[in-house]
């Protein structure tokens, strides 16, 4: 398997919510939803969980995902920005 890396755009005050529920080791759905749709979209069958690794400093904030995806599906590597997520 391979990782492929999301990165989702959002504002300040999402990612600091997101940063915060994960390091209550909690997770906030709408964006690991996001990120697994992301990997659909780029043509890539999602192995596992999206797995929050961190919040990017530029503008626009974005939500970095790793997602393990099965090699054996079509499609190239991609970056994916799906939107706006808050």
Same mark, same amino acid.
Request: glycine fraction near 10%; charged fraction near 25%; avoid cysteine.
């Given at each position: 398997?391979?990782?492929? #890396? ?24 709408? +964006? ?9 979209? +780029? ?12 919040? +990017? ?19 190239? #590597?991609?970056? +994916? ?6």
């Amino acid at each position: 398997m391979a990782l492929l #890396r999301i990165q989702l755009e959002s504002d300040r005050k999402t990612a600091r919510r997101v940063m915060d529920l994960h390091l209550a080791g909690r997770a906030h759905r709408d +964006s690991v939803d996001a990120a697994r749709e992301a990997v659909w979209r +780029s043509g890539r069958t999602p192995a596992g969980e999206p797995v929050f690794v961190g919040v +990017s400093h530029g503008e626009p904030v974005r939500l970095l995902y790793d997602v393990a995806v099965h090699l054996d599906t079509g499609g190239h #590597r991609q970056t +994916s920005d799906p939107g706006p997520i808050s």
